[in-house]
């Protein structure tokens, strides 16, 4: 497994891991925000806003619309590996490069 770290104009950075399953990286959840947008970081994890409530899945569905739209890639190559029900969450992206992801994700 690789790894590499993106970082925020402000210095922060953020660990992406390049396994077999994918380009993975940690994402906080904010659900009910003003707008989506990725807003900062917490520790070494992407602090994103979501306007979709946290039930029934709707937030977890609105992450990977999120991510999806945001690294130009389908759906189906976004999944939520880990905290499902939890507002820390791992997302892993198929189909791209570790370098790729890395761009795309500098805001």
Do not use: W
Not at 23 to 50: C, M, Q, W, Y
């Amino acid at each position: 497994m690789n790894r590499a770290e993106v970082g925020s104009p402000e210095g922060n950075m953020i660990r992406i891991e390049d396994g077999k399953n994918g380009i993975s990286f940690a994402v906080k959840v904010h659900p009910r925000a003003k707008k989506n947008a990725i807003t900062g970081e917490v520790g070494d994890a992407l602090k994103l806003s979501l306007t979709a409530p946290p039930i029934e899945g709707r937030a977890n569905q609105a992450c990977v619309e999120f991510f999806a739209k945001l690294l130009k890639v389908p759906r189906s190559s976004v999944t939520i590996a880990s905290g499902q029900s939890s507002r820390t969450k791992v997302i892993c992206v198929t189909g791209v490069s570790r370098e790729y992801v890395m761009d795309r994700l500098r805001y």
